[in-house]
């Protein structure tokens, strides 16, 4: 029992966190035996990257999940899970927060918009009672099936660790392990993670973040006890800072059929759950074909993992995408790779690609996604490209893309000066030729951005990630 851990991996970017960091090298070099679990239909590919005989891959039984969630009071645990989210302390930046609030009052059917009145008046409560957050933490540990129970008793863990504290599925494997008494913990998977996803979704023990940034999040919104809390910085970037996944730039360029005589302008795709992205692309696509840039330049433009998913409104968005494309030689794609099962089309196997991309664009354009901060990583000046939609979503809840700067990780990434906002097309073709022309600028200021989001840049985060999670068990 002292000496096995459990790792919940129920998210694609989680495989990179554990398996392609030094967090589960450093968990078994201490002598730690480790289970992990994951979805059933990426059970075998994670086996075949283990090298290690005291490694094990067990099932997280989603379909388990789904069902108890479907059939015990599911009315009850909607609403209890609704109010976790949206009722984080008002002491932090709640502007990603409100935004969900509206998206679900949008999209509600009528008879849960006649309760809303009252939903917004418990939010109210929450957000001004450290009380009343406490209590709604612990009146979920009503909801704890005992999927996992002969799990627990053939392996007898002394520490579960997960990649939320019960924001996701693995909010039942939490809430059972409190219920035996063994000790739990989770990490920070995402930038925005603690400024978006609130109060813990079961009782949680101890928690690793990125920063000071996301512990004074934690600490102030979600009641966490700072003396809990550890900084151990971002273990998925470890690659990046030590460029184990970039492909030499001629690779690429041909990998892609791209000009190397011209300029690499590239584009992520991003937030758009709540806008289209097509307008950006058009202005971009716009630009590049006509004579408005210092140099001849080329677009690349990576897909969204949310453009794969089976609606209507992102299906129809990539495919005129794809034939933007296809109509302009100087416009190119990029798809996300799929892990498979229920984590997406956010895959450790897709690294090399994205790292690659970064590394070799002269200019990165997103809207302030976490690939803002990732491009920064790689020394690449970034653009938030925020054009509004003419139409938004129709008959979906949208957001004006002009107007989401206030959000907590937007708000640092303009505040820091390390990119450049564009709200029109005038102004994307002002600050394209201000990075063209001065590549190097800004570059100081990158590094003082990242060094405040991620801690450790030395790729040494996995390694004092395992060490924390490792003492654990000792304490």
């Not at 009146?139 to 129970?149: A, D, H, K, V, W």
């Not at 109060?199 to 004074?216: H, M, T």
């Not at 730039?249 to 302008?265: C, E, G, M, V």
């Not at 590394?359 to 302030?368: C, E, N």
Request: with cysteine.
């Amino acid at each position: 029992m002292e000496k096995r851990i459990f790792l919940v991996a129920n998210h694609g970017l989680s495989i990179i966190y554990f398996l392609q960091s030094d967090v589960l090298t450093t968990l078994v070099n201490s002598g730690l035996d480790v289970v992990i679990f994951t979805d059933d239909e990426v059970i075998p590919k994670i086996q075949k990257m283990i090298e290690y005989p005291n490694v094990s891959v067990e099932s997280l039984r989603l379909s388990e999940v789904d069902k108890f969630w479907k059939t015990k009071y599911p009315s009850v645990q909607y609403w209890i899970d609704f109010l976790r989210r949206a009722g984080a302390s008002n002491k932090i930046n709640l502007e990603a927060v409100q935004s969900y609030i509206e998206q679900v009052e949008f999209e509600a059917h009528p008879k849960r918009k006649l309760i809303f009145p009252l939903i917004k008046l418990l939010v109210s409560i929450l957000r001004n009672s450290r009380l009343a957050r406490k209590m709604l933490v612990m009146i979920q540990g009503l909801f704890t099936p005992e999927i996992y129970s002969d799990l627990f008793d053939k392996y007898e863990p002394g520490l579960v660790v997960s990649i939320t504290p019960g924001w996701r599925q693995d909010r039942y494997l939490l809430r059972e392990a409190k219920k035996r008494g063994i000790t739990t913990s989770s990490i920070i998977l995402g930038w925005d993670n603690t400024s978006s996803y609130s109060l813990p979704g079961a009782e949680v023990d101890w928690v690793s973040c990125w920063s000071e940034i996301q512990k004074e999040e934690l600490v102030k919104g979600s009641d966490w006890n700072p003396a809990r809390v550890n900084i151990g910085g971002i273990p998925s970037y470890d690659g990046y800072f030590k460029e184990i996944w970039k492909m030499p730039r001629s690779d690429y360029f041909k990998l892609h059929n791209l000009d190397p005589a011209r300029k690499l302008i590239s584009y992520a795709c991003s937030f758009i759950s709540f806008s289209p992205n097509f307008q950006n692309i058009e202005a971009l696509e716009s630009v590049i074909s006509s004579d408005s840039l210092l140099e001849p330049c080329q677009l690349l433009i990576r897909l969204h993992p949310n453009h794969f998913l089976e609606d209507p409104r992102f299906k129809d968005e990539m495919r005129m995408i794809n034939e933007l494309a296809q109509k302009n030689p100087h416009v190119h794609l990029v798809e996300p790779v799929a892990l498979g099962g229920d984590l997406g089309y956010y895959s450790g196997e897709d690294m090399p690609e994205k790292s690659s991309m970064m590394a070799h664009s002269d200019v990165m354009v997103t809207v302030y996604s976490t690939m803002a901060l990732e491009a920064s990583i790689h020394e690449t000046p970034v653009i938030s490209l925020c054009i509004d939609s003419g139409s938004g979503w129709p008959n979906n809840f949208s957001l004006k893309l002009s107007q989401i700067g206030g959000w907590p990780t937007h708000e640092r990434f303009i505040d820091s000066g390390a990119g450049r906002e564009a709200i029109n097309r005038e102004e994307l073709v002002e600050v394209l030729n201000y990075y063209l022309n001065n590549p190097d600028l800004d570059q100081e200021i990158r590094q003082g951005f990242i060094t405040r989001e991620c801690t450790y840049i030395d790729g040494s985060a996995g390694k004092h990630t395992g060490e924390f999670l490792a003492s654990l068990l000792a304490r």
